[in-house]
């Protein structure tokens, strides 16, 4: 998912080898564009000013049956792709949800007609100016609080677990001509097989070794902490260089992020109050302690120590990070300790509760007939019988009567 100036789109096409085809437009000033694994470009016009593409783009499309002049202005998506490549709103969903956060004076419908729909804008300009933590927030979403929302219903579990293992329809094959699939997992922003993300911020009143800020986070965005590195460092964190998925490594910075997320989900809803704390504190550190490395790489390089500054932009790197993934995999620590066992323990207070379940899961699950009862049917045929969350004591061998 990318966020830039000018759209550039790309397809391959053999030519004997010769090339493939692309398009691009640009970016109005002030607007975002939202790509999600499928081609957001439409009409072509030679005439436009704000559009390029592969000199040969007409005739291939022409040699090749996709296109026809008669036809009129070629449609970039239409013409070099079959749109969503894996199911209904695998990219869409996305699209829609980045610009209704972002601009939701649009009023962008979350359901559209089909993969070539023009319900969405190509760019669209946010309501209000977006700040880094908002940006960051944006790779943390899971449809929260709207119709593709993951944290409810059953398969979120009793805690709100946002995350999926894949069904019979969740693979990437293409649509057959007039294929119909059944259904699948909506997929998120922040999907649970996502490696790192990143943000590139740039401030063009600083010079750019010390304005460009690229912050990087490890593992699933949702569950992560941003770590600013700058344009201008010559190094990064050891920990940052160091990962492999087939063996857990407290050397490893990836590993730190993604221990959280896995171990998050066993309480996901609860966690997530410890996990956002956390977060808001390690990136509001690194937001307000930036203020004063930017001050200090400009005074090595006004006084013509360029090298200097960058070496400073270089230790504050390396240690920001290095002390924030120690930090991470504390509170990863302390995490584990806090909901083991099934249990949330409070150790500054001694105090350790065991709060089970939320009721409606109760509900759902059909606890109120669970083994303390053996006619379960007959309880569940009782007309207008409803589980009102409320403890009733009868002596033994009453509950039937009771009722």
């Known amino acids: 998912m990318t966020i830039r100036e000018r759209a550039r789109e790309m397809c391959g096409h053999d030519m004997n080898g010769t090339g493939g085809l692309w398009a691009a437009q640009r970016i109005p000033d002030g607007h975002v564009f939202v790509a999600a694994n499928t081609f957001r470009i439409r009409e072509l016009d030679p005439a436009r000013d704000d559009q390029v593409f592969s000199d040969n783009l007409f005739d291939v499309a022409e040699w090749n049956g996709w296109w026809r002049p008669a036809d009129g202005r070629l449609d970039w998506l239409e013409t ?5 490549y894996s199911h209904p709103y695998y990219s869409l969903s996305r699209v829609w949800r980045l610009y209704d956060r972002m601009a939701p004076s649009l009023e962008l419908p979350p359901y559209v007609e089909g993969t070539y729909t023009t319900a969405y804008p190509f760019s669209a300009k946010p309501d209000e100016p977006l700040n880094a933590t908002m940006v960051l927030s944006l790779y943390r979403d899971h449809y929260e609080g709207t119709v593709f929302d993951l944290t409810n219903g059953t398969a979120a579990g009793p805690y709100g677990d946002p995350y999926r293992n894949p069904g019979p329809f969740d693979n990437h094959a293409p649509f057959a001509p007039g294929e119909v699939r059944p259904g699948a997992w ?6 649970l097989f996502c490696s790192y993300s990143y943000v590139c911020q740039g401030r063009s009143w600083l010079p750019p070794e010390v304005g460009g800020v690229a912050w990087i986070g490890f593992a699933v965005p949702a569950e992560t902490a941003y770590l600013p590195v700058y344009a201008g460092a010559t190094a990064i964190p050891e920990s940052f260089t160091i990962g492999n998925r087939s063996e857990v490594s407290r050397d490893s910075a990836w590993w730190a992020f993604n221990t959280v997320t896995n171990w998050a989900r066993l309480r996901y809803s609860d966690m997530m109050v410890d996990v956002r704390a956390e977060q808001a504190a390690v990136e509001g550190a690194a937001l307000a302690d930036l203020a004063r490395a930017d001050a200090g790489a400009l005074e090595l390089r006004n006084s ?5 500054a960058r070496e400073y932009l270089t230790n504050w790197t390396v240690a920001n990070g290095e002390a924030n993934v120690d930090r991470w995999w504390g509170f990863s620590d302390r995490l584990i300790a806090k909901y083991a066992n099934g249990m949330v323990s409070d150790f500054a207070n001694g105090t350790t509760a065991s709060p089970g379940y939320p009721a409606d899961w109760y509900d759902d699950a059909g606890y109120q007939y669970g083994p303390r009862i053996y006619d379960a049917t007959g309880l569940a045929e009782i007309p207008d019988l409803a589980y009102v969350n409320e ?9 039937l009567r009771t009722i």
């Open 304 to 308: 013509s120590e360029e090298e200097a």
């Open 186 to 191: 909506p997929r998120p922003i922040s999907p």
């Open 80 to 84: 070099v792709s079959t749109g969503e």
């Open 391 to 399: 403890t009733v004591t009868v002596a033994p061998g009453d509950e």
